[in-house]
């Protein structure tokens, strides 16, 4: 018996945890190692004698914690439960503490004792104390992203209301301005659009801040690369200034008191394909606003927007009465035309483009070369062409068909370019270009400068044209013409079958379609007499 209870009072001594061994009375009888050593200031006190009851109820009128412990180990004694337990905090100057207190009745030889152990929970205190605050966090994070949600629903479908409901760009500019401030925390909005002549940056729309710029002029592009407006148009993607007193430049563009006004910008270019219609500069009077999900949010605004404006440009450009007219030179070997005329040292003209029923660009061209086998031998060895087939054949050259993945023709189309002459002779290339306005026109030079190594503006014009215009007519015949019709047309055109005498025959133009011969000529004879519907309806001496 003697050596058993040695073996407990040594195994006690060995707890990490505090332990002390209290009479019926409240009396401390026995603590521990650990007991000891917590005693204040680093002084070691067995407690031994000291009624622990006695001492917790002189703080118990002022502590609740200790209220609590003091009735739950009274009632242990009781017999009223057989154990206690509670969680309490003990700080101290230099560092944040908790502990769990338990209290458990056990008999000796009839004698009714409590044991009291504090065991240290900081660690688990303080991981349940930094999850509830995640949680809160998260709480809060979903309550401000439900705002976000709410708010930005609604400013997606107004937006998106007003650019498509505008009847003109000036329109469209103006009531998504008028949308975005009314949005909080949006205080001002401005759309410029690019001067392609002067190559600056001219506000157009604005709303906000009772309507007044901030900026003083219009952005030179080469010289004001700190303003987010030239710099998001320069690189075609959104800038961002989250706090505009940390903007080092921010008084070479605004005053002073426009720090009052507004703590955040955004510039957004309004881009369409390869088109840049202009650039949404957007005001906030808070710093930080446009963080990533704002700015995904913009960013598909600023898409909406263009694509708004790229259809009102585009329904002007099949009334409009006047044109952009580009001439310019490209000297790029890389350029697929050059590439081919240099191979065959020959002069190549563009004649046309059409489309497969599969939607295979084919473009046509006049090449200077009497060897048509070798002409499409050298075509199909090129970047990007897919395929090539010899139309008709001339005393100076060939007609050539040319079926491309991608290209110059194809791609200026998408701009809305029309392609009035494209020659290549001697490793340089000249095209004279349609466009339905100046932003097009720069889109387009942009585009070529870009892709190409030497391209050089050889004139800028804009054109009167007739109130009805071949590209009235075109639009007009391209709405009255079956695929194959317009085919079976083009083809025929571009091929001179309509000359005389003819270099290309009904069956080898049918052929190059995959239909027989007769079918080739009952489209062909639907189109030309569409075609003439369209001349002889308009006809203005034939009214009346």
């Not at 009072?9 to 650990?34: F, H, K, Q, Y």
């Not at 395929?387 to 040319?402: F, H, N, P, R």
């Amino acid at each position: 018996m003697v050596h058993r209870q040695s073996l407990a009072e040594a195994a006690l001594e060995t707890l990490p945890i505090t332990v002390a061994v209290l009479a019926a009375d409240g009396e401390i009888l026995l603590t521990n190692r650990s007991w000891r050593e917590f005693g204040p200031d680093g002084h070691p006190d067995d407690h031994v004698g000291v009624n622990y009851i006695a001492t917790a109820k002189m703080d118990a009128d002022d502590d609740e914690h200790a209220r609590r412990a003091v009735d739950g180990i009274e009632s242990v004694l009781a017999g009223d439960r057989a154990t206690f337990a509670m969680e309490y905090p003990c700080h101290s100057p230099e560092r944040k503490q908790w502990f769990m207190m338990r209290a458990s009745r056990f008999t000796v030889d009839g004698d009714t004792h409590v044991s009291v152990v504090h065991l240290e929970i900081t660690d688990r205190k303080l991981a349940e104390i930094a999850a509830e605050e995640t949680a809160a966090q998260l709480r809060d994070e979903r309550s401000t992203l439900e705002h976000v949600l709410d708010r930005v629903d609604g400013l997606v479908r107004d937006v998106t209301d007003a650019a498509v409901g505008a009847g003109t760009r000036t329109e469209i500019e103006r009531r998504v301005c008028d949308r975005l401030v009314d949005t909080e925390p949006y205080v001002l909005a401005w759309i410029g659009r690019v001067d392609v002549t002067n190559n600056r940056i001219a506000p157009r729309e604005w709303a906000g801040a009772d309507d007044t710029p901030l900026e003083d002029d219009a952005l030179v592009l080469e010289s004001d690369q700190s303003h987010p407006a030239v710099r998001a148009v320069d690189a075609d993607r959104p800038r961002v200034i989250q706090d505009v007193t940390a903007f080092e430049d921010a008084d070479q563009w605004w005053p002073a008191s426009a720090g009052d006004l507004f703590r955040s910008v955004a510039a957004l270019p309004l881009t369409y394909g390869d088109v840049t219609y202009g650039v949404l500069v957007l005001f906030a009077d808070e710093p930080d606003c446009f963080e990533d999900r704002e700015r995904l949010v913009l960013e598909s605004l600023a898409g909406t927007v263009a694509t708004a404006m790229n259809a009102v440009e585009t329904r002007r450009m099949l009334t409009t009465e006047t044109v952009v007219e580009l001439e310019l030179t490209i000297d790029d070997p890389s350029l697929f035309a050059t590439a081919l005329s240099t191979a065959l040292e020959a002069p190549i003209t563009y004649r046309g483009l059409a489309y497969d029923r599969d939607g295979t660009p084919l473009v046509f061209f006049r090449v200077g070369h009497s060897d048509g086998a070798t002409v499409a031998e050298t075509a199909t060895a090129l970047e990007p062409v897919t395929a090539a087939t010899v139309l008709s054949s001339y005393d100076d050259g060939v007609l050539l068909e040319l079926a491309l993945s991608d290209g110059i023709v194809t791609t200026l189309a998408e701009h809305g370019a029309v392609v009035r002459r494209f020659a290549v002779a001697d490793g340089v290339a000249d095209l004279t270009l349609d466009l339905p306005n100046g932003q097009s026109a720069r889109s387009a030079y942009d585009l070529l400068e870009t892709r190409y190594d030497r391209v050089e503006l050889i004139s800028y014009r804009e054109d009167e044209q007739p109130t009805r215009t071949p590209r009235d007519l075109m639009a007009e015949l391209e709405s009255a013409l079956t695929e194959r019709q317009e085919m079976a047309l083009r083809k025929a055109y571009y091929a001179d079958y309509f000359e005389w005498p003819r270099d290309v025959s009904g069956e080898e133009l049918a052929e190059s379609m995959g239909i027989s011969r007769s079918t080739f000529h009952q489209h062909l004879r639907a189109a030309q007499r569409k075609l003439l519907d369209e001349l002889f309806t308009h006809d203005p001496t034939s009214e009346g």
